[in-house]
């Protein structure tokens, strides 16, 4: 069965630092891959996705950007934090030909300071 | 566009309690629908699901069914633990096009006392 690792798992940094989160996930290939942030009072929210090596989709303007440069590699970043980008993020994956379940790594706490 | 409305919470339950979490959607077309439970300082994980109208899912005690009729998917547990607390999200997802990803539900924080 798939899994999907993410590290670090808790991070502080200062506003204005740089960013990299990395999800790798095992088992499984060419998976589609998800960011999502789960900010306080605000649920789950989708921030970008993946269909294969190099190609990326944003659903929300922002300060953070997403890369795949293997398969099963897909990296969150930003250049400089803010604030409001402190929250959970989680990495997630959906399988290739075996229906429509969206699996979720452990996620990595991001807390701006 | 599509939406998940569900109960905020949070709701607090004594042990061996009979438990509903509503759960309604608006989407078009047809989607498939799940609960995801979160667990404190973990990520999410999958509890049930229904790809079709009438089908129900069911895990762990925990069932929901998908009623197309009233747009909804509402858990159930007879008798929760308290090892039940945790964050529960409802989702909904369209296959085809676009984001392919899940809309949620802003969760419900369930919380069982002994």
């Known amino acids: 069965s798939q899994t999907i690792h993410q590290w670090p798992a808790t991070l502080v940094q200062p506003v204005g630092s740089p960013l990299s989160l990395e999800c790798t996930v095992e088992?499984?290939?060419?998976?589609?891959l998800y960011w999502y942030r789960q900010a306080a009072g605000r649920g789950l929210q989708l921030l970008f996705y993946s269909v294969g090596i190099g190609q990326i989709s944003s659903e929300v303007p922002q300060n953070l950007s997403a890369s795949r440069p293997q398969d099963r590699q897909f990296i969150l970043s930003s250049k400089k934090l803010l604030l409001s980008d402190s929250g959970f993020y989680l990495c997630?994956?959906?399988?290739?030909?075996?229906?429509?379940?969206?699996?979720f790594g452990e996620g990595s706490w991001l807390t701006v300071v | 566009g599509d939406s998940v409305t569900q109960m905020e919470g949070p709701v607090t339950l004594s042990e061996e309690a009979f438990l509903t979490i509503n759960c309604t959607y608006t989407?078009?077309?047809?989607?498939?629908l799940f609960w995801y439970v979160q667990y404190p300082g973990e990520g999410l994980q999958l509890l049930l699901k229904?790809?079709?109208?009438?089908d129900k899912g069911s895990n762990k005690g925990f069932e929901a069914t998908y009623r197309k009729e009233t747009t909804s998917f509402h858990l159930e547990k007879g008798s929760v633990q308290v090892s039940d607390s945790a964050v529960y999200f409802c989702?909904?997802?369209?296959?085809?096009?676009?984001?392919?990803?899940?809309?949620f539900g802003k969760g419900t924080h369930l919380i069982i006392q002994p």
């Open positions: 229904a790809t079709k109208a009438d």
């Open positions: 989702a909904l997802r369209k296959s085809g096009g676009g984001a392919d990803g899940l809309t």
């Open positions: 997630a994956l959906k399988e290739r030909g075996t229906g429509n379940t969206i699996y």
């Open positions: 989407a078009t077309g047809y989607p498939s």
């Open positions: 088992g499984t290939s060419n998976p589609n």
